[in-house]
Nanobody, 126 residues
Framework: QVQLEESGGGLVQAGGSLRLSCAVS??????????MGWFRQAPGKEREFVAAVRWNSGATAYADFARGRFTASRDKAANTVSLQLMSLKPEDTALYYCGAMRTKSFVISRTGYDSWGQGTQVTVSA
């Protein structure tokens, strides 16, 4: 099991950028078989997939709304996962969560995450 802690959220104007980080602790020796995901939840809405990165290879997957604006990455030396947010829109306002799960197939996971951080708030003003 791994523990996750997000940081980097804040208030930004539309068109601005933020960089979210997720510090991973615990059984980090297992990360080579993990997918690391980013999700978000806006008030009154369900949590939705944003992006994911496969720890071992660095391969990434994105939701349609994130592709081209958001970039997921991992730093093996620092045991961190990051999500660079660019060209932010008011509709990107949400609580952003980092998630982790053991890889289940050759396809990067978009569901089934079972370890979560507490989340970091991103608010985009018009």
């Amino acid at each position: 099991q791994v523990q996750l802690e997000e940081s980097g959220g804040g208030l930004v104007q539309a068109g601005g950028s933020l960089r979210l980080s997720c510090a991973v602790s615990g059984r980090t020796e297992m990360l080579s078989v993990y997918d690391m995901g980013w999700f978000r939840q806006a008030p009154g809405k369900e949590r939705e997939f944003v992006a994911a990165v496969r720890w071992n290879s660095g391969a990434t997957a994105y939701a349609d709304f994130a592709r081209g604006r958001f970039t997921a990455s991992r730093d093996k030396a620092a045991n961190t996962v990051s999500l660079q947010l660019m060209s932010l829109k008011p509709e990107d306002t949400a609580l952003y969560y980092c998630g982790a799960m053991r890889t289940k197939s050759f396809v990067i996971s978009r569901t089934g995450y079972d370890s979560w951080g507490q989340g970091t708030q991103v608010t985009v003003s018009a």
